[in-house]
């Protein structure tokens, strides 16, 4: 069983610039990564599904990284790169994006146990959902394109959207500040933590001061995170942040 070809051509065409430290500089790249990333996911699910087991856990990270990457994007996309005047094309962009968020709340049902399918009903789902994006891709660069110079659609982080780097350097039970960019690891955890459910912790570990990160967490969203001091310095400092239940 295998995913509807989002394949390694096409996240890793030249020019791409999707290593993890690297910023994409245009759509297309920033395509190719997301792809990849959504692609790799599939893939571990699928792999599961055919050796006759549940994939709980990709289902999960699968429904998780299209949530918070995917939707974001496309959000993102419609804000800095759609013309102010909806043209015919970017209007069919848009409902592309409505069916691609229908796909992803439905890997997030069942993700949640919300949404019951067959193991054969979630690779279908799964393999739909990547075969849906990847084309829609295709079509959206196409679409823009058309509008400007060749490869002259900026990549929606140059223009100022959330770098996509940190979600897998933020993904998991504990968040290390010193792996992510210099500047951005308050921003980057906070983010993370805003998506935390109920019940969830998570573990703040930095060779400097945790504090900037409660800090903003507790303006944001007061009363409904619970920090508790592991470690405090002088070397290391470690958190543990939990999302309370009410």
């Known amino acids: 069983m295998s995913v509807a070809s989002p394949s390694a051509v096409y996240a890793r065409r030249p020019g791409s610039a999707d290593l993890p430290g690297g910023a994409p500089r245009t759509l297309a790249d920033e395509h190719a990564l997301l792809l990849g990333q959504v692609a790799a996911r599939a893939r571990e699910l699928l792999a599961v599904v055919s050796r006759g087991g549940w994939p709980g856990a990709e289902l999960a990270a699968l429904a998780g990284y299209a949530q918070a990457e995917v939707l974001r994007h496309a959000s993102d996309e419609e804000t800095l790169l759609f013309p102010a005047g909806r043209s015919e094309a970017a209007t069919r962009l848009a409902r592309d994006h409505a069916r691609l968020r229908a796909g992803i709340e439905l890997l997030a049902r069942a993700a949640a146990g919300e949404q019951l399918l067959s193991p ?16 829609h891709m295709r079509a959206e660069e196409e679409t823009l394109a058309a509008q400007r110079a060749p490869d002259g659609v900026p990549a929606t982080v140059a223009l100022g959207s959330r770098p996509h780097r940190w979600y897998p350097l933020t993904e998991g039970p504990v968040i290390d500040l010193d792996a992510l960019p210099p500047g951005q690891a308050v921003a980057a955890a906070v983010d993370r933590l805003l998506r935390v459910r109920r019940g969830e912790q998570i573990e703040l570990r930095s060779g400097t001061d945790i504090s900037p990160v409660w800090r903003e967490m507790d303006q944001l969203s ?11 310095g002088p070397d290391r400092w470690r958190m543990q942040v939990t999302r309370r239940s009410g």
């Open 120 to 135: 054969g009903g979630l690779a279908a789902a799964t393999r739909d959902f990547v075969g849906q994006l990847e084309h």
């Open 222 to 232: 007061p009363g409904r995170y619970r920090f508790a001091v592991l470690q405090e």
